[in-house]
């Protein structure tokens, strides 16, 4: 069964850092586009970044600029760099297999 297990998520002040990781196991992770979503309190999932296999990326507008997704197929993970945070950034943080496998999520909270 494949396991995508989400780390790096905590308590950041605006303006602050994080970098996400997701860690594949039992899957060939370099085949398949992986992505990057956030659910907000109250609020639907939605997608924030994504990675092809190849490597080519999407970001959503609301962090182009500031939010960088990458992926180390040596290392069956992906990342999500994550800088200059906002306090509507709150939320938890999942990663996606292709189409329909989902990690359990890392909270990202923002302090003031």
């Known amino acids: 069964q494949v396991q995508l297990v989400e780390s790096g998520g905590g308590l950041v002040q605006p303006g602050g850092s994080l970098r996400l990781s997701c860690a594949a196991s039992?899957?060939?992770?370099?085949?398949?586009?992986m992505g990057w979503y956030r659910q907000a309190p109250g609020k639907q999932r939605e997608l924030v970044a994504a990675i092809t296999k190849s490597g080519s990326t999407f970001h959503a507008d609301s962090v182009k600029g500031r939010f960088t997704i990458s992926r180390d197929n040596a290392k069956n993970t992906l990342y999500l760099q994550m800088n200059s945070l906002k306090p509507g950034e709150t939320g938890v943080y999942y990663c996606?297999?292709?189409?329909?496998?989902w990690g359990q999520g890392t909270q990202v909270t923002g302090s003031s």
């Open positions: 996606k297999r292709g189409a329909a496998t």
């Open positions: 039992r899957t060939i992770f370099s085949i398949y586009a």
